[in-house]
């Protein structure tokens, strides 16, 4: 089967690869920065394409470029971390919504009559559609619109292909993307009701199965992978919480 894979360099693309490929898939992935590491050796089952999903002349581009090849499926995953009220200009707003909503609508509708019978699309969201820390507007803004685009295209694409989200909540891409290395500490890990934080297999995984005929009757649905953290109610002094206060 052939998937097409956005933000295929680094972190959970990069995953989501590499599990296609293992799982006998032949990828196309796109990406802004260079071949992500283990994949550079892979020719014949992965297509590379280095473009800005931001830039609609470079994705017009790739698009002429698989004009007429068939998918089986879209995985719309290419993201960064975008700020809110204090610090995001209304440039940086609109490039955000560009990469984060745009692309994925204008991939899926280009290449919805390319799509073979049974098609998957998977959107990766985020928990913080639903929920925010501060300065966090335009990333909001761009996965609680992807919920939305989610379940509005599996409509569109009844009786073609099936479309749905994934909301991962922490996911440490350090294994995976070699400029993110960060300290995790036990706390961190412990404040998770299953006791980690989360890994990129969690999700390509995931991804796999969304694509495959087990997941065949979940449409238009968001699966949230969190480990529970978005499920925890937090109290002053209950369980540990502490309000620290301004
Ligand atoms: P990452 O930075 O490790 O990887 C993202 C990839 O997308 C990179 O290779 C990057 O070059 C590519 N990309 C970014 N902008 C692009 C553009 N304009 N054109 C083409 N490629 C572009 O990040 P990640 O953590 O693997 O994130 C992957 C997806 O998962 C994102 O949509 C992110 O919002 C979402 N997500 C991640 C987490 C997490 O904790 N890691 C949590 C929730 C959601």
Partial sequence: MKYIVTGCSN?????????????????????????????????????????????KKELDLFLKNVEYIRFDGIINNAGFNSEG???????????????????????VKSLRYNLNKDASIVNIASTRALMSQKNNESYATVKGGILALTHAMAMTLRNKARVNSISPGWIDVSNYNESKKIEISNNDMLQHPVGRVGKPEDIAEMVLF??????????????????GMSKQMIYHNDDYWKYKGE
Avoid: Q
């Fill in 85 to 107: 009220l204090d610090s995001c200009s209304y440039d940086e707003f609109n490039y955000a919504l560009k990469v984060g909503l745009s692309a994925p609508f204008y991939l």
């Fill in 210 to 227: 969304m694509c495959s005929d087990k997941g065949s009757f979940i449409n238009g649905e968001n699966i949230v992978i969190d480990g």
């Fill in 11 to 55: 972190g959970i693309g990069r995953c989501i690869c590499l599990t296609l490929l293992k799982n006998n898939h032949e990828v196309y992935g796109i990406d802004i920065d260079k071949k992500g590491k283990d994949l550079e050796d892979i020719n014949e089952k992965f297509h590379f394409y280095r473009v800005d999903i931001g830039d």
